[in-house]
């Protein structure tokens, strides 16, 4: 395999780590920064994506792309509300639990039932999570930001199963689909956008637009094609210690024991549950 799509990889997943940075110091909301990342995405897509494969799709996978744009679109309002209401590191914390909501639903979607090792997966990154909760009251903005980020986990769990099930469609089509149908989830809240923005914060979205989705997203779209689904699976968490180092240098954001115990535990969580589905595959029928 060639090494270059690893770097490509961990590139990618480098800018992901320091993506909620960015969003926490941006002065914009949640809705107008994804009105300008899709928006950047979107047209940088286009021309990327070719105009014949697009001309060839039919209303069954044009049907399929607005599925997974909506369900991306819902994945990223919900992390964006995340970082805003908690930190970068408890966001990126939230969403990195999707290996786990995988679990159940390869159960309830495939009918493949979990083993005891994804059993004992799901309960450790669940007393991770109760570990990086501050305070089990919705009035706290943290514990409601980790809860939202919880949901767009969710979101981003069910991503991989649609994906899968479209998977002829080619992949820049996808991409491209799946920005421009996530627009509409924004639209939605396109009366709570705010534009009075100063000039560090356009230069934030612009980095955000152009580094943190154009680059990111462009580079982990060939390393994941290319690369084995468990080696991205592990390259991808190494986002959230990323995004932990980033928001205590840059932010000051505090760094209990509490939170890096419950951190290691939902980090350790995924890995083990994809590190033993891995062995599961290898192992003989």
Not at 4 to 25: Q, S, W
Request: with cysteine; aromatic share 14%.
């Amino acid at each position: 395999m060639n090494p270059r799509y690893y770097v490509e990889g961990l590139i990618a997943v480098f800018i992901f780590g320091i993506t909620p940075v960015f969003i926490k110091e941006v002065s914009a909301n949640a809705f107008t920064i994804g009105v300008v990342r899709l928006s950047i995405g979107i047209v940088f897509l286009y021309f990327l994506a070719r105009h014949s494969n697009l001309k060839k799709l039919n209303l069954k996978e044009w049907r399929a792309l607005l599925w997974i744009g909506l369900l991306f679109g819902a994945h990223w309002v919900t992390y964006f509300i995340s970082v805003k209401m908690s930190t970068p590191s408890m966001a990126i914390l939230s969403v990195s639990s999707f290996g786990v909501h995988m679990i159940y639903l390869n159960w309830l979607i495939k009918g493949v039932k979990p083993r005891l090792t994804d059993v004992a997966a799901v309960m450790i990154a669940v007393v991770g999570i109760f570990l990086i909760i501050p305070d089990f009251d919705l009035q706290n903005d943290v514990t409601a930001g980790i809860l939202i980020g919880l949901c767009s986990a969710l979101f981003f769990a069910i991503l991989p199963f649609v994906q899968q099930r479209h998977q002829h469609i080619d992949s820049m089509s996808r991409a491209f689909g799946q920005y421009t149908f996530a627009m509409l989830v924004f639209l939605l809240f396109s009366a709570k956008t705010n534009w009075n923005l100063t000039q560090i914060d356009w230069v934030y979205l612009a980095i955000l637009g152009v580094i943190c989705t154009v680059v990111a997203h462009t580079l982990w779209l060939r390393a994941s094609t290319m690369l084995p689904p468990t080696n991205t699976s592990l390259i991808f968490y190494l986002g959230s210690p990323i995004a932990m180092f980033t928001s205590y240098l840059f932010l000051n954001e505090e760094m209990s024991s509490s939170k890096l115990i419950g951190a290691g535990l939902i980090i350790s969580a995924n890995i083990f549950g994809v590190l033993m589905r891995r062995s599961g595959k290898k192992r003989p029928a």
